[in-house]
T-cell receptor
């Protein structure tokens, strides 16, 4: 079965602290994985993507993600969170048939 | 920057009325997707097209929802008749239909059915 799981519905971190958002996937072939961010009232915007090569990928806004095949994970990280990072984050998997499926999302709250 | 354009941004209507949402995908993108987002269900894929042909609409309630692409620059999602449970944000997204190509989302249509 093809699926994307984001175990954390919401996370609160202090401004300046590090961040890790978890994502696990289930897919029988080489996964093509994405992280998107959604700010209030807007559509989803691509942060980064992984489809081959280096397991650590860099994205926009200082985000990075590490692909671990053995753990079926693609966790998103940022060394120092800014208040403007407060948003909802979605992990996504490109599946056969041109379809992309999304996790349920993790809402990030940033406290001063 | 090329963008996916959705209209209207907001729609309030009464139960039983027809609702039409429109989407202009990015020029050159050959796949178009309709998603519905609610607090309870998250992002649900309703339907998607490749080269204007519908590939899968199994996520849509067939009796009241319909999705079409009259041409490469326009995708529509219709609800007739609308019901309060259809209240949600509807997103259109387009892409190149390749594994390493991300989706580009519009800003959504927020639908409220009273």
């Amino acid at each position: 079965a093809q699926s994307v799981t984001q175990p954390d519905i919401h996370i609160t971190v202090s401004e300046g602290a590090s961040l890790e958002l978890r994502c696990n996937y289930s897919y029988g072939a080489t996964p093509y994985l994405f992280w998107y961010v959604q700010s209030p009232g807007q559509g989803l915007q691509l942060l980064l993507k992984y489809f081959s090569g280096d397991t650590l990928v860099q994205g926009i806004k200082g985000f990075e993600a590490e692909f671990k095949r053995s753990q079926s994970s693609f966790n998103l990280r940022k060394p120092s969170v800014h208040w403007s990072d407060a948003a909802e984050y979605f992990c996504a998997l490109f599946t056969g048939g041109f379809k992309t499926i999304f996790g349920a999302g993790t809402r990030l709250f940033v406290k001063a | 920057d090329a963008r996916v354009t959705q209209t209207p941004r907001h729609k309030v209507t009464e139960m039983g009325q027809e609702v039409t949402m429109r989407c202009q995908p990015i020029l050159g993108h050959n796949t178009v997707f309709w998603y519905r987002q609610t607090m309870m269900q998250g992002l649900e894929l309703l339907a998607y097209f490749r080269n204007r042909a519908p590939l899968d609409d199994s996520g849509m309630p067939k009796d009241r929802f319909s999705a079409e692409m009259p041409d490469a620059t326009l995708a529509t999602l219709k609800i007739q008749p609308s019901e309060p449970r259809d209240s949600a944000v509807y997103f259109c997204a387009s892409g190149r239909g390749q594994e390493n190509s991300p989706l580009h989302f519009g800003n959504g249509t927020r639908l409220t059915v009273t």
